[in-house]
């Protein structure tokens, strides 16, 4: 079974609060999900035509658990929460076996 990723990559923030409110309640979901989170915000350096903004990335055993995650009601209270405060680009990506 291929792992699964989220991929997010964060082009604004325009209101930290509510990325701060986010935080809270994404933390808790993703792990409760059986996520892992092995970068988030560290530095990035970005090649052709990329983002070297604040860049996440967490990883699912399953690029279904990866999905649930996403579209489970924890999680979509934080985005209730974050609503416009950022403009990202978030994936989900299925690993290689």
Known sequence: MSKGYWVSV?????DSERLAAYNKLAAPAVKAAGGRTFARGGRVVAYDAGIAKRTVLVEFDSF????????????QEALVALSDG??????????ID
């Open 64 to 75: 279904e658990q990866a999905v649930a995650a996403r579209e489970s009601a924890a999680y």
């Open 10 to 14: 964060y082009r604004t923030i325009s």
């Open 86 to 95: 950022v403009d990202r680009d978030f994936r989900i990506v299925e690993g």
